[in-house]
């Protein structure tokens, strides 16, 4: 796509090249500001995956560089604590290399705001800092308590980053929002937003199945919901648990060797990635979300959208779901849990009460992501985002003159 250069220039940098949940927020943001007043360039780490293939469907520009996360390495094995001070060399070098191709790339293409789509990135920061290019640094997770990672150096310096002055921050929930401790001054909070073509009907001949989607990871609790299933399952006898979405190969051996014993071998599904996930929700009798810890939850909102109950747990992102539409509705707007035995029970009484029965329920959550999470009210609020930046830039360059 040819650049208008009477538009302003926003270089978004993303840690992946696949569409998970940043991924998709991300291309919502940039497919609709192309249309606007900006020009784009997005840096990703790959030429390969479903967000790039899409950014080249769209004739978005995009440029492939070394993208490093600042984030200390796991220990997995014995092996990983021996080789922990080679990887720390390693990590550093990395971020040095990409610090280079970033700055020398930025040099030349002279973005006026320079976006970075995670909190895990730190190098952009420094790069725009250097070059004294306003920095917005989208924060869409913990970090430490739903990834388990550890900010390098330290939290305390991401912290100390954060509240730099070339920095305006967006944090995707009020719990992201006060984990890293940010200040009115120069952040705020602003839903993911994505796009709604059409309102879907809301669907009250459910299929005898509970849903589970997203990455097949300890982190993301599917084990519980797994777990909670296999203890409950005699008296659900006609419903099964349909898990979708990717794993790693030895976690997924570890889960169906744990649980797919005989009593429930048929009954537990594992489909891998599909296509046609809100054909699922459209048709199941919940979606479980079990994760902990989850930073905003687009799996939530987009089961809600597609009027499919959501037995969540009332924690972060999720709980913080939830409180908007009591806050918004003064009703429910899904079942919460706090323990394994809480998630059974109410997997027992959706699946024994007639859909009907949380029609009222479903109506008021449709009702709730259409007035938060509409990606056009997102758009505006980065784009108001961008403009106080740019206009700010340009006072301050004056105020020089």
Request: glycine share 6%; charged share 25%; proline share 3%.
């Amino acid at each position: 796509m040819a650049k208008d250069n009477n538009k302003k220039h926003v270089l978004y940098i993303s840690h992946t090249s696949e569409m998970h949940g940043s991924g998709k927020s991300l291309l919502n943001i940039v497919s609709y500001i192309i249309k606007d007043e900006f020009n784009v360039t997005v840096i990703v780490p790959t030429d390969k995956g479903a967000l790039v293939d899409l950014l080249r469907k769209r004739q978005i520009p995009y440029i492939v560089l070394g993208v490093v996360i600042s984030v200390y390495p796991k220990f997995n094995t014995k092996k990983d604590f021996i080789r922990f001070p080679y990887r720390i060399l390693k990590l550093i070098a990395k971020k040095v290399r990409f610090f280079v191709q970033l700055n020398s790339f930025v040099k030349k293409a002279k973005p006026d705001i320079i976006h970075t789509n995670v909190g895990v990135i730190h190098t952009a920061h420094s790069v725009a800092k250097k070059n004294k290019i306003p920095h917005v640094w989208h924060l869409r997770e913990y970090q430490d308590r739903n990834f388990g990672y550890k900010p390098f150096p330290s939290k305390r310096r991401l912290i100390r980053k954060l509240s730099h002055s070339n920095n305006y921050i967006i944090a995707n929930t009020k719990g992201v929002y006060d984990h890293f401790l940010l200040s009115e001054k120069n952040a705020k909070v602003v839903y993911n937003g994505f796009i709604i073509d059409k309102i879907p009907s809301i669907n009250i001949k459910k299929i005898n199945y509970l849903l589970y989607v997203g990455a097949v990871t300890k982190q993301k609790g599917v084990e519980e919901a797994i777990k909670a299933f296999s203890q409950v399952s005699s008296q659900i006898p006609s419903t099964e648990l349909w898990i979708v979405g990717a794993g790693n190969k030895d976690y997924l051996h570890y889960l169906k060797s744990t649980f797919l014993c005989h009593e429930n071998i048929k009954r537990i599904k594992f489909l891998g990635h599909r296509s046609d996930v809100y054909d699922f929700m459209h048709e199941a009798k919940a979606l479980i979300v079990p994760s902990l810890h989850e930073g905003f939850g687009l799996i939530t909102v987009e089961a809600m959208l597609n009027g499919c109950l959501v037995i969540g747990n009332d924690t972060a992102g999720t709980k913080e779901q939830f409180d908007n539409g009591v806050r918004l509705f003064n009703q429910e707007i899904g079942i919460r849990y706090n323990t394994t035995q809480e998630l059974g029970k109410y997997m027992i009484e959706v699946c024994n009460n007639d859909p009907i029965y949380y029609l009222s329920q479903l109506e008021t959550a449709q009702k709730t992501v259409l007035k938060l999470y509409d990606v056009k009210k997102y758009v505006s609020e980065v784009k108001k985002v961008y403009s106080d930046l740019i206009n700010n830039t340009n006072s301050k360059q004056l105020d020089k003159q």
